[in-house]
């Protein structure tokens, strides 16, 4: 494992572990986060490559997150090292069988993201026919003080892949 991939790692864990309060804010106080799932195309031809993106509207002090994105294995399969973030800092991806974690982290006194964010953008490469769904199953988003937030079910997008 990279020298850079632990130090993000160990980084991550030490924000969530630290972390302990949860974000908790009235509609008066500070706008809610919304979150959408994207694909680069709704239909595609066995093959080829799609683009999911995450991104995030009305954030406040994002600092570190971990979202993972889900697909079906028999239709997709994650393109290596594709993963994303529209924001600075280092981005580190976590793939299995059917799923990418993406972890992302700003770096010492970076100030956090806010307003209008790309959280992440990983590239599927269509490898089975028919209709599909990809998933932003979770999302574990760190302030700059190290309040944690967690979001199930982010969102999701159709896809469908032909064979011509």
């Known amino acids: 494992m990279s020298r850079i991939r632990r130090t993000v790692i160990a980084a991550t ?3 969530l572990a630290a972390g302990t309060s949860v974000a908790v ?7 809610q986060p919304t979150y959408t799932v994207a694909a680069s195309s709704a239909e595609l031809t066995l093959g080829e490559p799609v683009e999911v993106t995450v991104t995030a509207s009305d954030l406040q002090d994002l600092y570190a997150y971990d979202v993972t994105i889900e697909f079906d294995p028999a239709a997709f399969v994650y393109v290596p090292n594709s993963a994303v973030s529209g924001t600075s800092g280092v981005t580190v991806d976590y793939p299995s069988a059917g799923s990418v974690r993406v972890v992302h982290t700003k770096l010492g006194t970076s100030p956090a993201a806010s307003g209008d964010v790309t959280l992440a953008t990983v590239t599927l490469r ?3 026919v028919g209709p599909t769904t990809v998933d932003a199953a979770t999302l574990v988003s760190v302030s700059a ?3 944690t937030t967690t979001a199930s079910d982010v969102g999701s997008a159709e896809v469908t892949v032909t064979t011509n």
């Not at 804010?25 to 706008?31: D, L, R, S, Y």
């Open 13 to 15: 864990i030490g924000l």
């Open 25 to 31: 804010a009235t509609a008066e106080e500070t706008p």
């Open 126 to 128: 269509a490898k089975g």
């Open 145 to 147: 003080d190290k309040t």
